[in-house]
């Protein structure tokens, strides 16, 4: 589905990206982790189109989106549910699941995909009219995602759903994103609660400074010494 094949990208002249390769197959729930400043938010900025590489190619679907701006990648079947969740403070939950579905005409599908959302997040239906400021961290998180899902992509991007979230509301919220990848979409999960995805990934590439370090299967990341003593706590 995802293909990114020796990617550079860079901020002014830092390079941030240095030659990813990286694949993801439809329905696949694959983790990106690394330490702070490894180049995992940059990784999904540059699939998103945020950020332009300079080199190699990110090819969706078989389709060369390089060139494509960020809106016409949403509209290709790509969202991004970014670092910090992003919610626009001053607008109401509805207003912010209203802007999740501005690519969109189809006024029918729409509504539907309203009620699936207060349908998978009650919370939010009792929040509609609230102003997304002043709603919990986890709350926020999840008005997030459901933004995100009212484009309907086939490849959702989550840029640390956790952060900053109770132990109980990560568990519901990794719950959230089970339910939506089982429902037919497929993701891409950068998580610094490594020992978390692991376990709900089918696959896992490890990103230092920039370039990809390690990858394999989530099992074979979870009992790879030098994955437990980095990242695990092992």
Known sequence: MLKLENVN??????????????????????????????????????ISGILKPKTGKILFEGKDVNSYSAPDIVKLGISHVPEGRRVFPNMSVMENLELGAYTRMDKAGIKKDYDNIFSKFPILLERKNQLSGTLSGGEQQMLAIGRALMSRPKLLLLDEPSMGLAPL????????????????????????????????????????????EIEGTADELLNDERIKKAYLGG
């Open 9 to 46: 990208a860079y901020y002014g002249t830092v390079h941030a990206l240095k030659g990813i390769n990286l694949d993801i197959n439809e329905g696949e729930i694959v983790v990106l982790i690394g330490a702070n400043g490894a180049g995992k938010t940059t990784t999904l900025k540059t």
């Open 169 to 212: 509301i990560v568990k519901d919220i990794f719950d959230i994103i089970k339910d939506i990848n089982e429902t037919g979409t497929t993701i891409l999960l950068v998580e610094q609660n490594a020992n978390m995805a692991l376990k709900w990934a089918d696959r896992a590439y490890v990103i230092r400074t920039g370039a990809i």
